[in-house]
């Protein structure tokens, strides 16, 4: 015991030691190599790890973070990004829960259009991150996952480190990742990293997975002359075959009533340009599914908010990467799961998209089978400029119908406008109220909304016309995206000058608060509102829906379903956590107030929180 006692004392002095030492150094940018320490009892050391070389891959790759939560599986490689790689590009990002890791990433990816990395603990690691790697697989997003595995049993420590080994650590994410690899060598490792980072960023964009084997890691290199590391051009994406091209492109020259509706379309600004010259040649009104913010909402042809009508009227519909065109098409309806047909029947449709070119056979986010006129298996953004010139080459605008669509237009706006009046001053806040509270402050500021829903109040009236304002949603509808992926939306943005904010349900952010520590201690400006309505608002509905069906009672909806007694206070949540918050506030009137003090904080480059009681569901 006494031993022990020594032990653990010496190694507490050398970790006090050398955190000193880490910080003085962070302070003045110095690198030195740290001393040794006989402390942990090493005899032997090893100089040049494997993991060493790890690194260097990720730095050609040029992976600015690897989001983790520390685990012995990659403890070599995570020594090796602080000590060898001087925890800079990639920086070692700390959170608290794999879920939050993969959600940051995923943000990550929809702000700066660059591949983020985690690192996973080999079983339990890999399945908690799971959900939020399915949610990256619906939403079509690149990760670089890296789980820590030991494979050779007869090296793994007895007791845990068996329990968190598996034979195939990627199986259980199989179905929804585009590729992994479990590499036996460090040569391997390069070429399988930098092949799985090329198909990530191939559209159909997608998770991919490297084992990151322990002994790999920690043995140290033998034949560095004899490694190198493949170099990363990355592939054109797929353009549509001429001939379909030419006859889409025909077929919406030939109707007057045409409608785009795009889902997951534009990577970048360049992206939303594309698609203003599209609709503009054909001056046919968009709707914008938002999985990415594809099309400005100041725009006349943008008419999202009449979705539904759109497709009703249409002689010719064309799909732009939409994840379910057969939803737009067709309804069952809720409760009694009945089907209704939407369009016409005999309906003209083409859809731009990448979907049959990668598809699983287990989880059902394909959705339901539907049949396409002229289906052009392409990436939709690169399959625009020829689609737009196609259709320039057979007809001109039909300028004749602006007028009338400008005016469609400015009538959706105003029963927008109309709509998110209803309640205005009342308590609980309505969340149009919040919304527009929350626009007021962010105005005069070059913005991002982390989290933006088609139908959301902010997609209805805020004035977007970035690529970077709406950055859509989890795509997998799985509850805990919001919050970590606004984390990482805001580190992404945190050196472009861009005001990071999200509306963040309470029912959310419950899953991993943690990451709200993450936000602190990394320095990530966050502007988070509570959007804070004390329940699994959703469910409180279904639960309603599902007593009136039976014809029971209804008040027992809350039950299992509400987010109250006791309630929790977010802003104490957030407090505890480093976290600068205000809250809860149940008067409209100081939302104002508080915003524009949380944004001062924000301005600062630190997060801030204010809490707001509401009432209705998010979105
Ligand atoms: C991982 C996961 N578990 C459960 C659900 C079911 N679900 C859908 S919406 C919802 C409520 C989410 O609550 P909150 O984030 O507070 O949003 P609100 O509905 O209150 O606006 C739940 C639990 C889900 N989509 N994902
Ligand atoms: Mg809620």
Known sequence: MSDRRTFLKGAAATIAASTVTAQAQAATGEKKPAPKSSGAGLDKTIERPGSDFMVDVLRSLGIEYVASNPASSFRSLHESIVNYGGNRKPEFITCMHEESSVGMAHGYYKASGKVMAMMAHGSVGIQHAAMAVYNAWCDRVPVMLIGGNFLDAAQRRPGVEWGHCSQNPAALLRDYIKWDDQPASLQHFAESTVRAYKMAMTPPMEPVMIVADGMLQEHPIEDEKGLSIPKLVLSAPPQGETGAVREAAKILSSHEKV???????????????????????????????????????????????????????????????????????????????????????????????????????????????????????????????????????????????????????????????????????????????????????????????????????????????????????????GVGYIAPAAVGAALANKDKGIITAVIQPDGDLMYAPGVLWTAAHHRIPLLSVMHNNRAYHQEVMHLQKMAGLHNRRMDTARIGTTIEDPNIDYAKLAQAQGVWAEGPITDPAQIGPALRRALAVVKKGQPALVDVVTQGRSA
Not at 405 to 434: C, F, I, N
């Open 259 to 477: 409608v785009i509706v795009c889902e997951r379309v534009a990577r970048n600004q360049e992206g939303v340009k594309r698609m203003v010259e599209l609709a503009e040649a054909l001056n046919a009104p968009v709707v914008d599914l938002l999985g990415r913010m594809n099309f400005p909402t100041t725009h006349y042809l943008c008419r999202s908010g009449d979705g539904r009508a759109l497709v009703r009227d249409a002689d010719v519909i064309l799909f732009l990467e939409v994840g379910d065109p057969w939803g737009q098409l067709n309804t069952i309806s809720d409760p009694h799961h009945q089907y209704r047909r939407i369009a016409k029947p005999d309906v003209k449709t083409i859809h731009v998209t990448l979907a049959d070119q990668l598809m699983k056979s287990n989880y059902q986010d394909m959705q339901r089978f539907c049949p396409v006129d002229i289906p052009i298996s392409a990436d939709a953004q690169a399959t625009l400029p020829s689609l737009t010139e196609a259709i320039r080459q057979i007809s001109k605008p039909r300028s004749g119908k602006t007028e009338a669509l400008k005016k469609a237009y400015q009538q959706m706006q105003a029963r927008a406008r109309e709509a998110a009046a209803h309640g205005w001053d009342a308590s609980p806040v309505t969340v149009a109220r919040l919304s527009s509270e929350l626009w007021q402050v962010l105005k005069n500021e070059n913005w991002c909304l982390a989290e933006s829903r088609g139908g959301s109040w902010a997609s209805r009236l805020w004035p977007a016309t970035q690529h970077h304002n709406f950055l859509g949603s989890s795509g997998g509808a």
